[in-house]
T-cell receptor
């Protein structure tokens, strides 16, 4: 049983560019949450998707947007990249009704 | 919103000793408290979790205790081994439906000296 997978593993962008990160949840999971983890910090909640809609959102600007597909996979898009967006972006999946969230390996984004 | 504080930020122990990491939370409605272990270059891995209707939970060398009145919970690792070296994060959420954001502490870097 494959766990949560994310792609790409690493990404380098320049300020002002746009980026798309991808996540496939664990088999059978229907809910995907995205977190941003700055170096030396704990993960911070960005937003959560289930039933193909954004259901909860953390304190992140509208430059951060997402999408969930019918197969439950998800994308995170970040527009107008800033240097401060450099971080590890984590995807976590869960099954509605169960609190447990399982994390993927993350995508490390570097903005120059 | 919820705020989770975690300490210590670093912890060094000798192999075989015990390690304790403590967290406090602010939202009295939080009722789900997982602990994650994160190794270098990897995503957080769930190691144990506890719900507010339970005061203590144990899984082999790992245990978690919860004090709802004081709003704090702790991770206890006994008989530490070098492979326990990693960063540990506590988190809290208002569980129930499973579709709740996790609020994380700032992490504890545990180093187990052989």
């Amino acid at each position: 049983d494959a766990g949560v997978t994310q792609s790409p593993t690493h990404l380098i962008k320049t300020r002002g560019q746009q980026v798309t990160l991808r996540c496939s949840p664990k088999s059978g999971h229907d809910t995907v949450s995205w977190y941003q983890q700055a170096l030396g910090q704990g993960p911070q909640f960005i937003f959560q998707y289930y039933e193909e809609e954004e259901r909860q959102r953390g304190n992140f600007p509208d430059r951060f947007s997402g999408h969930q597909f019918p197969n439950y996979s998800s994308e995170l898009n970040v527009n107008a990249l800033l240097l401060g967006d450099s971080a590890l972006y984590l995807c976590a999946s869960s099954l509605g009704g169960v609190e447990t969230q399982y994390f993927g390996p993350g995508t490390r984004l570097l903005v120059l | 919103g919820e705020n989770v504080e975690q300490h210590p930020s670093t912890l060094s122990v000798q192999e075989g000793d015990s390690a304790v990491i403590k967290c406090t939370y602010s939202d009295s409605a939080s009722n789900y408290f997982p602990w994650y272990k994160q190794e270098l270059g990897k995503g957080p891995q769930l190691i144990i979790d506890i719900r507010s209707n339970v005061g203590e939970k144990k899984d082999q060398r790992i245990a978690v205790t919860l004090n709802k009145t004081a709003k704090h919970f702790s991770l206890h690792i006994t008989e530490t081994q070098p492979e326990d070296s990693a960063v540990y994060f506590c988190a809290a959420s208002r569980g129930g439906t499973g579709r709740r954001a996790l609020t994380f502490g700032s992490g504890t870097r545990l180093q187990v000296q052989p």
